[in-house]
């Protein structure tokens, strides 16, 4: 098989075009990710005052870009996209490890979703609508999709704003919010994760409101899984360390609590009290305190265990 190839655009949208043109861009998505060898697109709009948009799509192979440039399917989409253009290049073949065009957007929201089994066409008409949505809100700066490599996994959404205000007016748009409800009856399970610097955040964000936990939850579940860590480093760690400079023996010891805190506890405990972190008015009373309740138990037992055996 050849090497993987990316498929770039470069579109000169006509003036007062840009709605029409990011719709067709999803309908674009929508035919291309039923096409053998596809792995991925990215759309990133016109900025500073330009008109040229640039779309990036990833092939499994040259083979298969091949294939996708002189299918039928790909000239009927083309034509339709074509008239809202005054210009571009709309054939540019590069292989996958030259440079390309690398987005700009300063606030990155990434979505991980499950699809209901037999549900996907649904799901790429939703993403149709909801892309030709969000490209219309001020600071949209182009959106990432990737399928799963195989059923049942996880589809891949990435979403730029050119600010975290402007990304968060689209969050919270009641448009957005129809369109979620919608996406029940075909999204099985849908994780938000905001990326405004380089890490990303300890636990997730709402699907509904794109907002994350109470902090007061964030930080108990934050002690619940960082305890244990540091008694552990206290037997059996710090004893390795007497020998070093303690500014360093508490770098280093701060770093393994990090790390595990990050990648071990955290994601754990995420997960098994996810009906707890985010609750809604039609959410029952008795989880709030019942949440609170069971994680002092947990804390006492965590006490105990060690109290008992260290």
Same mark, same amino acid.
């Given at each position: ?25 999803? #309908? ?54 074509? #008239? ?227």
């Amino acid at each position: 098989m050849s090497s993987p190839a990316v498929l770039i655009t470069t579109a000169r949208v006509r003036a007062g075009k840009d709605a029409e043109f990011a719709a067709w861009k999803a #309908r674009y998505d929508t035919v291309i990710g039923k096409f053998p060898g596809y792995l991925s697109s990215d759309m990133m709009p016109a900025a500073n005052g330009s008109n040229e948009w640039k779309i990036l799509i990833n092939f499994r192979s040259t083979d298969d870009l091949g294939a996708w440039q002189h299918s039928t399917a790909r000239a009927e989409i083309i034509a339709a996209g074509a #008239r809202l253009c005054e210009g571009g290049k709309f054939g540019e073949v590069a292989q996958a490890d030259e440079p390309s065009v690398q987005p700009t957007g300063d606030v990155t929201e990434v979505i991980f979703s499950r699809i209901k089994p037999g549900m996907e066409d649904a799901y790429r008409e939703w993403t149709t609508r909801i892309e030709a949505a969000q490209a219309r809100y001020p600071g949209y700066r182009g959106m990432f999709l990737q399928p799963p490599d195989e059923n049942g996994g996880m589809w891949t959404t990435i979403i730029r704003f050119k600010t975290a205000p402007q990304l968060e007016a689209w969050m919270n748009a009641p448009e957005r919010k129809s369109l979620l409800q919608e996406s029940k009856a075909f999204i099985e399970h849908e994780q938000l994760t905001r990326l405004a610097t380089a890490f990303p955040g300890w636990v997730p964000v709402d699907p509904i409101t794109g907002k994350g936990p109470p902090n007061w939850k964030t930080a108990l579940l934050v002690l619940l899984g960082l305890f244990p860590i540091v008694v552990i480093e206290l037997r059996f760690l710090n004893p390795l360390l007497r020998g070093l400079n303690s500014s360093l023996a508490t770098f280093i010891g701060n770093a393994i609590s990090v790390a595990a805190t990050s990648f071990i506890t955290m994601p754990l405990f995420v997960r098994v009290f996810g009906w707890w972190l985010f609750l809604d008015k039609k959410s029952p009373k008795w989880k709030t305190p019942a949440g609170v309740v069971i994680l002092g138990l947990v804390c006492a037992g965590e006490v105990a265990f060690f109290w008992h055996f260290f």
